[in-house]
T-cell receptor, first 114, second 114 residues
Framework: AQKITQTQPGMFVQEKEAVTLDCTYD???????LFWYKQPSSGEMIFLIY??????QNATEGRYSLNFQKARKSANLVISASQLGDSAMYFC???????????FGGGTRLMVKP | SQTIHQWPATLVQPVGSPLSLECTVE??????LYWYRQAAGRGLQLLFY??????ISSEVPQNLSASRPQDRQFILSSKKLLLSDSGFYLC?????????????FGNGTRLTVT
C-alpha cells in the first residue's frame, strides 16, 4: 500500500521569501510518480509539478521546484519568491505501478503575509 | 488543448433526494475519468474511475454510483442522499494513464445535504 504524509497543517511565509512544504511517502514499488497540487479557496485543484522515481534531476516549473530525496522518501515542494496569490492549500500526491491510483496527503495550508 | 467542465458549481439538496453531477472533457478522446470527494479541510478520496464507456470501478462502497454513457462524459449519481454525502466533489481526467501521468481536475461541485 502507498502512503503520503504532510506533517505541516499550516504555514506562514513572508511575501517574496522562499518556503518549503514537506512531503514524505511510502511505497515498495520502484516505479512511482510524485505530484504537487495547489487548491485555492475557490476549490479547483491545479497541477503544479511532477517528479518520477527514476528522474536524476529535481523537477522545476517556474517558481516551483521539488526537492526529491529518494533515500529519505521525501519530495518537498519549494516555492521561491512567494506571492500573495500563493496562499492556498497544497497537496502532495503519489501513484505507483501496482495500484495506479493517485493517493493524496492531508494537505498544508500556506498563508503568505504582505 | 483539453478542458474539463463540471456542473453545477454548488448544490443544496435535502436528505433522501436524488443527485446527478455531470462532468465532461473536451479536446481529447478516450480519457481516463475519475470522481473524488473532499470532506471539509481534508484530502481527497477516490470514489470511482473509468477507463472507457460503460467501464466503472468503485473504490469505496457507499451511497453513490457512477456512469459513463459517452466517451467524454462522467456522471455521479445517488438515488437517496444522506447527510454524510455532503462535501466537495471533483472530477478529473488523464490522457495516458500510468504512474507518471498527472490528473487534471475540474472546478468541483460543493454539495450540501440538509
Amino acid at each position: 500500500a502507498q502512503k503520503i504524509t504532510q506533517t505541516q497543517p499550516g504555514m506562514f511565509v513572508q511575501e517574496k521569501e522562499a518556503v518549503t512544504l514537506d512531503c514524505t511517502y511510502d511505497t515498495s514499488d520502484p516505479s512511482y510518480g510524485l505530484f504537487w497540487y495547489k487548491q485555492p479557496s475557490s476549490g479547483e485543484m491545479i497541477f503544479l509539478i511532477y517528479q518520477g522515481s527514476y528522474d536524476q534531476q529535481n523537477a522545476t516549473e517556474g517558481r516551483y521546484s521539488l526537492n526529491f530525496q529518494k533515500a529519505r522518501k521525501s519530495a518537498n515542494l519549494v516555492i521561491s519568491a512567494s506571492q500573495l496569490g500563493d496562499s492556498a492549500m497544497y497537496f502532495c500526491a503519489m501513484r505507483n505501478n501496482a495500484g495506479n491510483m493517485l493517493t493524496f496527503g492531508g494537505g498544508t495550508r500556506l498563508m503568505v503575509k504582505p | 488543448s483539453q478542458t474539463i467542465h463540471q456542473w453545477p458549481a454548488t448544490l443544496v439538496q435535502p436528505v433522501g433526494s436524488p443527485l446527478s453531477l455531470e462532468c465532461t472533457v473536451e479536446g481529447t478522446s478516450n480519457p481516463n475519468l475519475y470522481w473524488y470527494r473532499q470532506a471539509a479541510g481534508r484530502g481527497l478520496q477516490l470514489l470511482f474511475y473509468s477507463v472507457g464507456i460503460g467501464q466503472i470501478s468503485s473504490e469505496v462502497p457507499q451511497n453513490l454510483s457512477a456512469s459513463r454513457p459517452q466517451d467524454r462524459q462522467f456522471i455521479l449519481s445517488s438515488k437517496k442522499l444522506l447527510l454524510s454525502d455532503s462535501g466537495f466533489y471533483l472530477c478529473a481526467y488523464e490522457l495516458t494513464g500510468g504512474w507518471n501521468s498527472p490528473l487534471h481536475f475540474g472546478n468541483g461541485t460543493r454539495l450540501t445535504v440538509t
